[in-house]
């Protein structure tokens, strides 16, 4: 009993410095994602999560936001398959630091 060994699980380290990731490093992260794989003419990212305190399932470190994207690339499909898009571009951050996401797209 003497060499008595502490595990501690790195995982949950990382994901708690990932989820203390502050509003403007999160939209900084969302802005450079989408830019670098859409051709947006223009784009809008806004914080929408003081509309959700004290919601039921409300998360603490997790952000609602609102997309507007100007986008000809994304109106010549349909909802779905932009929203789509949009969230396979996301998927890491809709995991850890969004709770909701608003899209609308033009």
């Known amino acids: 009993f003497t060499n008595f060994i502490t595990i501690i699980p790195v995982?949950?380290?990382?994901h708690?410095?990932?989820r203390s990731m502050n509003i403007n490093e999160l939209i900084a992260i969302v802005k450079k994602k989408l830019e670098s794989k859409i051709?947006?003419?223009t784009l809008k990212v806004e914080d929408k999560t003081f509309l959700h305190k004290g919601h039921k399932g409300n998360e603490e470190n997790k952000f609602h936001l609102k997309i507007y994207v100007e986008s000809s690339e994304l109106s010549k499909l349909s909802k779905i398959e932009s929203n789509r898009i949009i969230y396979n571009i996301l998927d890491q951050e809709?995991?850890?630091q969004i709770h909701s996401l608003q899209i609308l797209i033009r």
């Open 94 to 96: 809709l995991k850890d």
């Open 16 to 18: 708690d410095i990932i």
């Open 11 to 14: 995982t949950n380290i990382f």
């Open 39 to 41: 051709e947006i003419q």
